[in-house]
């Protein structure tokens, strides 16, 4: 029985590197979002600077160990079985979730996470022990519900306290530096440098430092006693070195950025290994205990005080974990798909909307509207004409391809270093995530980053990630509850077999993601060339090329689906036809998506050149997507039709639409060629292929003649269903002929328009 133990001990530790791979790559938003947005350095160097910071915080913190020995639960009540349970369910759960989130590119606080894991799989082994002692163990002994409690306090304390923050300090800032800061940095280069180096270095002090290894009681009580002191004379000696640095040439703002995102990635590894290494490390202190004196008792009996005791966690555990993380952040493409979600929604310019819009979105931005109408009113206009002199984002300075200045990078980071501070030294429980989310998003409200066009798209995506913070803990208490429970009465088989679940559920993520991520990439730096373009003339030649691409991959996709389609309907393949309709919402999903960025690209083009072509390319997009929609409605009916198991296609009926849906195919694969090798000087060869499709469109109607004769002279009823389907069959692949012939007239014009 032992070797079982020992088996799960091994596998704990497999899934803490999983599980920091994968909870590094949420939380590198928190301290790479700032640097990657503002391009302070290239995203290599970035990397090396954060990893740096990692791995030094985690090899010179002791781990904050406590929270997953005796944080959660009282370990005195419950036996070394029942701890090995907890740990195996919420290392299962936790890197499955976090995955999850990260696969849609969603940051969540792995602090939550683990709270709400260990909470869930707490109170399952406590309801039991509850009913067996008859409740003489009662829920409040065995659970610690005040930390459950505190972090729920500060998801709304952070939420709130850094959007406020943010936007207030970042309001402050252009006031007095303006988008065009370079000719106020002469005189106020060192006051400003000085403020942000002293702001990072007490957050690296108060938040970074003080659980480290090598930090004693002593020295944390002597800097503790002298903190004014040491703040003063690091505000002035830092005053002066940026000074003199900008005198020197030096950017400090770049100074800053890179010393705020080495002090963020320090605290993180320092306070936050934890989340990803705790439990195991639990699981582990459980089993040398019960090893050592708990054999003759048996695990079911043998109870766990030994967990009370504060955790002194082996230096060569902490080295390990810290290069994991490197690894985890030099390699992650999760990490980027999470950062890059942050700097999207806070873009000084138009950037993808990757969360569309929401009725509750545009309403807020309905109201916003409102209260800045009544604002523009109420204030005299030589004040809104001054205070909009300061605003002015044209003189913005801008790094090629970066999504907002240096100056609101700094910004960022230093709000989220005091922030951060100053709950630790408050001992409030301000997640970093939700910190430097907030405070990101408060910056570049007050930025104007969010216009009229884009608002409702940003707030959307704003309250789709503050959703996933509330969700990770319903789901992951939710969660862990449930496979605590299977794992507590399923024994080592369930344990197994659960665990099997979750290496199966990582691999197949990754590998989807994967495939994803490269059809992403190319598609990202055409989109990423076009807004980073300033010649009107090359962004149109891209987007011409963009078009194209995106068509023919809509025209490939639906020909592949419309053949698929009618021969598991036919065939009455219910299976197969679930498995082309469950490709359909990601599909429609991904073209509107592609539309977007083409729109936002659009606009970038010439003016005289936009005009002429936006009917033509609107025009074009909503006949494919149109082809997209047809598919869907056709699809619907028919699945549902073979659910129920109604009457098949008759066999006259599945004969005479063979040819009708191969002409169709044939007609699809023309026009994918047709747009593929476009040639402006090809006419007659568009006029040929409409007249084919016109063609085809009466022969379609012919079909859908027959069928009505057929319906009608019949007297049984019995196949009214099936008949009816096949008209919507009919009459959808009539309307996707036509789709088709607009689709190729609209995208010969709009390819033959020529930029400027």
């Known amino acids: 029985m032992e070797f079982l133990y020992i088996g799960i001990i091994i596998f704990l530790f497999c899934l803490a590197i999983s599980d920091i791979i994968v909870g590094v790559s949420n939380d590198a938003v928190n301290f790479l979002n700032s640097a990657v947005g503002s391009k302070t350095a290239k995203f290599r ?11 030094l915080g985690a090899s010179l913190s002791n781990g904050m ?14 036996s070394f079985a029942e701890i090995v349970t907890i740990c195996l369910a919420v290392m299962v759960t936790d890197v499955i979730l976090l995955d999850a989130f990260n696969s849609r590119g969603l940051p969540t606080s792995t602090t939550v996470s683990l709270v709400f894991e260990l909470l869930g799989g707490t109170v399952a082994l406590a309801m039991i022990k509850n009913i067996q002692t008859d409740g003489a163990l009662t829920f409040a002994q065995m659970i610690n519900t005040d930390k459950a409690l505190s972090v729920i306090l500060g998801i709304f304390l952070s939420i709130a306290i850094a959007f406020v923050f943010g936007m207030v300090i970042q309001w402050i800032v252009r006031m007095i530096f303006t988008f065009n800061y370079k000719p106020r940095m002469k005189y106020l280069a060192g006051v400003f440098g000085g403020i942000a180096v002293t702001a990072i270095v007490y957050f690296l002090l108060i938040k970074g430092l003080k659980d480290s290894s090598f930090m004693t009681a002593e020295a944390n009580a002597w800097i503790k006693e002298h903190t004014g002191m040491l703040v003063l004379c690091l505000f002035v000696g830092s005053s002066v070195i940026m000074q003199i640095l900008h005198w020197c040439k030096v950017n400090i703002l770049k100074i800053i950025v890179l010393m705020g995102t080495l002090s963020l990635a320090m605290a993180f590894a320092g306070n936050d290994l934890v989340n990803f290494v705790g439990v195991p490390l639990a699981g582990f202190s459980a089993w040398q205990d019960y090893s050592a004196n708990g054999m003759g008792v048996g695990a079911d009996n043998y109870l766990m005080g030994s967990l009370l005791e504060p955790a ?8 390990l974990s810290g290069a994991t993380m490197v690894f985890a952040l030099a390699t992650s493409r999760k990490a980027r798909n999470v950062i890059n979600t942050e700097v999207n929604l806070t873009n000084q310019n138009e950037s993808e909307a990757s969360f569309g819009t929401s009725a509750t979105g545009r ?14 009113k109420v204030t005299p206009l030589r004040v809104r004409n001054w205070i909009d002199s300061r605003f002015n984002k044209d003189e913005a300075i801008l790094v ?14 230093v709000v989220s270093s005091l922030l951060i501070a100053l709950g630790t030294s408050l001992k409030l429980p301000l997640s970093t995530t939700f910190v430097t989310f907030t405070v990101a998003m408060g910056t570049s409200l007050m930025d104007r980053a969010w216009d009229r066009e884009s608002a409702v798209g940003r707030v959307t995506g704003m309250m789709s990630v503050m959703g996933g913070w509330l969700l990770t803990a319903v789901i992951a208490f939710a969660v862990c509850f449930a496979i605590a429970l299977v794992m507590h009465y399923g024994s080592f088989v369930a344990m197994i077999l659960l665990s099997i679940v979750a290496i199966v559920i990582i691999v197949r993520s990754n590998i989807k993601f994967n495939k994803k991520a490269h ?10 060339q076009m807004m980073s373009s300033n010649d009107p003339a090359e962004v149109w030649s891209l987007l011409k090329n963009q078009v194209k691409d995106s068509t023919v991959k809509e025209l490939d996709y639906v020909s592949n689906y419309y053949s698929n389609f009618i021969d598991c309907f036919v065939s009455e393949n219910l299976k197969c036809l679930r498995r082309q309709y469950s490709t359909m919402h990601a599909e429609i999903d991904g073209y509107k998506s592609v539309r977007r960025k083409e729109i936002l690209a659009l606009k970038r083009t010439d003016p005289t050149v936009s005009v002429q072509a936006s009917t033509w390319f609107h025009l074009e997009a909503n006949n494919t997507s149109q082809l997209l929609y047809s598919l869907k409605r056709m699809s619907e009916p028919c699945k549902e039709h073979l659910e129920n198991n109604f009457n098949p296609l008759p066999k006259d009926c599945a004969e005479e639409f063979a ?3 191969e002409a169709f195919l044939v007609l699809l694969n023309k026009t994918r060629a047709y747009v593929d090798d476009f040639n402006p000087a090809a006419e007659q060869q568009s006029k040929e292929l409409i007249k084919d499709i016109s063609a085809y469109k009466k022969e379609v109607a012919v079909l859908r003649k027959n069928n009505l004769e057929r319906f009608n002279s019949e007297s049984d009823t019995s196949n009214f269903n099936i008949y009816i389907l096949y008209q919507t069959i009919l009459q959808e692949t009539q309307q996707m002929a036509d789709n088709l012939k607009h689709l190729i007239r609209a995208y010969t014009y709009l390819s033959t328009v020529k930029g400027k």
Do not use: C
């Open 363 to 376: 309403r807020l931005v309905q109201i916003a509207n409102s209260f800045a109408t009544w604002l523009e």
């Open 45 to 55: 160097n970035l990397i090396i600077i954060a990893s740096i910071g990692v791995f």
């Open 400 to 413: 090629k391809g970066a999504a907002f200045d240096q100056m609101r990078a700094a910004v960022n980071l």
């Open 519 to 528: 059809e992403k990439e190319k598609n990202k730096t055409v989109f990423d």
């Open 659 to 661: 040819p009708a849906s």
């Open 65 to 78: 160990m406590d929270i997953a020995r005796h944080g959660i639960f009282q370990p005195q009540y419950f």
């Open 312 to 319: 002194h966690t082996p230096m060569i555990f902490l080295i």
